[in-house]
């Protein structure tokens, strides 16, 4: 094959680009695309690590077969995770490479009966486990929960390439650079960021604990399964998911309103002027009923500041804002950030009562004072809004 994209001198990116899937999981816009990344191995055994999603498997096979030397085949299928993006065509894999088999732990054997009713040629492996493919070896590392309890890491020992499945990944197609080296990546940083705020992030604790395990493996690069191979600087992508699942915020603040009348958004924008004659620079002002959750979840990881503004709806939070916060919530949001509550009503209140339970139930440290007013703001009330937005801005600088 000419101009292979390869991370060594026999091991190749075989991924694809998805520009047509809108939305990732049914939830997530996709605006610049997805990347499902799967790595070639041609050694005396050939392995391909993970696969991609449904759609793209004759691009995948044809990548495969312009490597494989002749007289070979597919030896192994490792599977570092299950979820179909990377295993959408793993029913048909025996059929095409009857020699393979397919490796993962004992989760992964649970999922591939239930999920494509495979339960052979299935390899078992432990944690610390080797695969000798002849001149490369490869370590598995169990890391579950990153992103389902299957999840596991891959170690090719001679070049040091990690393979983490979803870890360490992102949002956005690979328009052309592959590697860290070929772009910018700070292009990529808020993809990864988002991507991290919209699937990982709920699973914080179990991240920690998986760069916690990889303290003691020798790491030249990062092959996630989701946007580019970090070769030149593995520690940039590790230390985003280190900061973001340890919840060390930024000082800045997001400011997210649900409004019917306006009313709502003249106390959320005052605020946010609070914020900003408190000497915050970082304000992120997201109206709920038409900024995507995707985006106000990733700013809200971002940064230490939260505020809620909500109009009262059928009793109770805007409809926007209820989703918002049931994302927040089991995503534990809460953790090392501040929150200002207010809100307004027409003739019976709702809104704040809801918005002061949920606050109740995290860590959120609230900052005063919280606001409820009955139809539109006077002047008075716009001044206690100011002042929030100042409150706010000493408490995310203290
Ligand atoms: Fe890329 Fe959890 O799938």
Not at 7 to 18: C, K, P, Q
Not at 289 to 314: E, K, M, N, P
């Amino acid at each position: 094959m000419k101009n292979p994209v390869a991370l060594s001198e026999n091991i190749y990116w075989v991924g694809v680009n998805d520009y047509e899937t809108q939305l990732f999981e049914g939830l997530w816009p996709l605006p610049r695309g997805i990347s499902y990344n799967s790595y070639l191995i041609v050694d005396d055994k050939v392995a391909l690590i993970d696969a991609v999603k449904q759609f793209f498997l004759p691009d995948l096979l044809e990548k495969i077969d312009r490597l494989l030397p002749a007289g070979q085949s597919l030896d192994y299928l490792i599977i570092n995770h299950m979820e179909p993006d990377h295993t959408g065509s793993l029913k048909l894999f025996p059929q095409l490479f009857p020699r393979m088999k397919i490796v993962g732990n004992k989760k992964t054997a649970g999922f591939l009966e239930s999920y494509y009713g495979l339960t052979e040629p299935v390899v078992v492996v432990e944690e610390g486990e080797v695969l000798d493919l002849g001149r490369h070896q490869l370590t598995f590392y169990i890391t579950p929960m990153v992103h389902w309890p299957e999840t596991m890491m891959t170690h090719e020992t001679t070049t040091k390439i990690l393979f983490t499945g979803d870890a360490f990944g992102g949002f956005g197609a690979l328009e052309g650079g592959i590697f860290d080296d070929e772009i910018n990546p700070e292009y990529f940083d808020y993809e990864t960021l988002r991507y991290f705020a919209n699937v990982i992030g709920k699973f914080s604790p179990m991240v920690q604990k998986a760069i916690g395990r990889l303290k003691d493996v020798d790491i030249g690069t990062v092959a996630s399964a989701h946007g580019p191979v970090w070769r030149q600087n593995p520690r940039h992508v590790i230390e985003q998911y280190d900061r973001w699942s340890s919840h060390r915020t930024e000082p800045g603040a997001v400011v997210v309103y649900g409004s019917m009348y306006g009313n709502t958004q003249r106390m959320a924008e005052t605020v946010a002027r609070g914020l900003a004659a408190g000497g915050v620079k970082e304000i992120r002002l997201h109206p709920a009923s038409t900024s995507h959750l995707s985006y106000i979840l990733a700013d809200a990881w971002r940064f230490q500041g939260l505020v809620l503004a909500s109009c009262t709806y059928d009793s109770g939070l805007f409809p926007p804002l209820r989703l918002l916060k049931d994302f927040l919530s089991p995503k534990e949001v809460s953790q090392n950030r501040r929150l200002g509550i207010l809100g307004s009503y027409g003739w019976a209140g709702g809104a704040v009562k809801e918005m002061q339970e949920f606050a109740s139930k995290g860590d959120w440290n609230v900052v005063e004072p919280v606001i409820q007013i009955k139809g539109a703001p006077t002047e008075d009330a716009l001044e206690q809004c100011f002042t929030l937005g100042k409150n706010l801005a000493a408490a995310i600088k203290a």
